[in-house]
């Protein structure tokens, strides 16, 4: 037991070293612009004056955005879907998956789940002991299941999920402006400094040259390090972007999730309006705060598998012969238009632009068509 703890107590600690390396470098980024550019190289008042306040500006976003990520604790499942003990014990006693299934299956009946494994079996976490909601992962270095996890980023010691995706997107988003606004004000002193005349007297210098003093070496660095670090993150921002555009997280995009129809990568994008707003919500002077506005409550989300209403789906349904859905999987009575309802109310049928419309029609067909297992 003793070396397990301390073994987990040094991991902890490591953990955040990454974390730890980005604030030292932010901390001298500080001092090299601050002190040794604007205080000891710049001459002019009023361009220090105009550089100290938009670099402040963006430092400020930047650093404010960074803590929020780091310090925001990943949003777990509710009660709601952790087993009741009775249903507990007997998942556990069960020895057969099949028996297990049928346990989560009556468990999850009435529960705002419509997705499942590639088996067509209701997910479950076993570590958490809860049916997992839509887009929900169990994270090993977090060891809690996360709502709508996207990654866990060793770079800000947390997973990003639905608590703090906001969060991550805006710290990507200042931490570029940040580099940018540094590598582009610090470049033409970059090429001075770098053209310095090797001589000791800054007195027999040109007069378009800066004196070889130490503050040489914090601009030379500063320039390098905040362009190299615009370009790795000018990367994964965009990355993100298209994620956002499309709905989807970064598991998502490498494993699609399953619905009822199958497996579908697009399966809970709105389009790109919608898919916006439900990151940063909908009063549109609060998106590049870094205060928490997202919509919904990270336990289930809109689905553009359903575009009509729940008694057109209920007649429907009746009226067509039953079909199978590949298994004898029982999933939610509950119609997949009452999920978030708040994104679907201003229109009741959205238009998914690209090749991929006929697509979304002919799967909503199919899928509404389809019998409902009690």
């Known amino acids: 037991m003793a070396p397990s703890h301390v073994l987990k107590c040094c991991q902890k600690v490591l953990a955040w070293v990454p974390v730890a390396f980005i604030a030292l470098v932010v901390a001298w980024s500080y001092y090299a612009y601050v002190v040794e550019l604007c205080v000891f190289t ?3 008042t009023a361009e220090k004056v105009v550089y100290l306040v938009v670099f402040h500006l963006s430092f400020v976003m930047f650093v404010w955005s ?6 925001t604790y990943p949003a777990s499942p509710s009660n709601e879907f952790c087993l009741s003990k009775a249903d507990k014990e007997q998942y556990e006693k069960e020895e057969r998956p099949e028996s297990q299934q049928e346990i989560l299956r009556r468990a999850a009946k009435d529960l705002p789940i419509y997705t499942t494994t590639a088996s067509r079996a209701i997910r479950y976490c076993d570590r958490c002991q809860l049916i997992k909601p839509d887009r929900c992962h169990h994270c090993s270095a977090c060891d809690i299941c996360v709502l709508k996890m996207d990654h866990h980023c060793p770079w800000v010691n947390n997973c990003v999920g639905f608590s703090n995706y906001k969060f991550f997107l805006l710290f990507l988003m200042y931490s570029l402006l940040y580099c940018l ?6 470049l033409q002193y970059f090429i001075k400094f770098w053209t310095l005349c090797r001589r000791k007297a800054a007195e027999n210098c040109p007069k378009n040259e800066l004196p070889d ?11 390098f390090v905040a362009a190299m670090f615009f370009i790795s993150i000018l990367s994964l921002f965009s990355y993100h972007c298209w994620l956002v555009g499309k709905n989807r997280s970064t598991i998502e995009t490498f494993r699609a999730p399953t619905f009822r129809n199958g497996p579908d990568k697009n399966g809970f994008s709105l389009g790109c309006s919608k898919n916006l707003r439900e990151v940063f919500g909908d009063e549109k002077k609060y998106w590049l705060l870094p205060i928490f506005t997202s919509l919904g409550d990270g336990c289930n989300f809109p689905t553009r598998l359903v575009i009509m209403d729940p008694e057109q789906l209920t007649v429907s349904s009746q009226n067509e012969p039953a079909k199978s859905s590949g298994s004898n999987q029982s999933f939610p009575t509950r119609p997949l238009s009452e999920s978030q309802n708040r994104l679907l109310a201003s229109d009741s049928q959205w238009v ?3 090749p991929e419309e006929e697509n979304v029609k ?3 067909k199919k899928h509404i068509t389809v019998s409902l297992e009690s």
């Open 362 to 364: 002919s799967g909503a």
């Open 42 to 44: 710049i001459s002019s």
């Open 181 to 186: 606004f540094v590598a582009a004000t610090v």
């Open 213 to 223: 003093t130490h503050a040489k070496f914090h601009v030379l660095f500063l320039f």
């Open 352 to 354: 998914e632009s690209g």
């Open 66 to 71: 960074y803590w929020k990520t780091i310090f």
